[in-house]
């Protein structure tokens, strides 16, 4: 279970049992799990030592996908 999956359980429970919560979008949810299987899979074509050109573009992909990550976490972060 990711971090965010985990956050939204709380987030539930406090809603039942009466707390000020906030809801967890699904996008955190969705880009928590891309960027950490695209991390992974970079991992993965380092290890068969793939050329450094393709490692590079899926790290420039990555690099971008991290922004929209963090852009999302400051979003929900300012949500009163």
Do not use: C, F, H
Not at 13 to 33: C, H
Not at 48 to 66: F, M, N, S, Y
């Amino acid at each position: 279970m990711s971090y965010w999956q985990m956050k939204r359980r709380v987030e539930r429970y406090k809603t039942l049992v009466g707390k000020k919560a906030k809801e967890v979008p699904d996008e955190l949810i969705t880009l928590e799990m891309q960027v950490n299987r695209m991390s992974a899979e970079i991992q993965a074509m380092k290890d068969r030592k793939e050329p450094e050109g393709i490692i590079a573009t899926k790290a420039v992909d990555l690099g971008v996908l991290k922004i929209r990550y963090k852009t999302a976490i400051k979003k929900y972060e300012s949500q009163q």
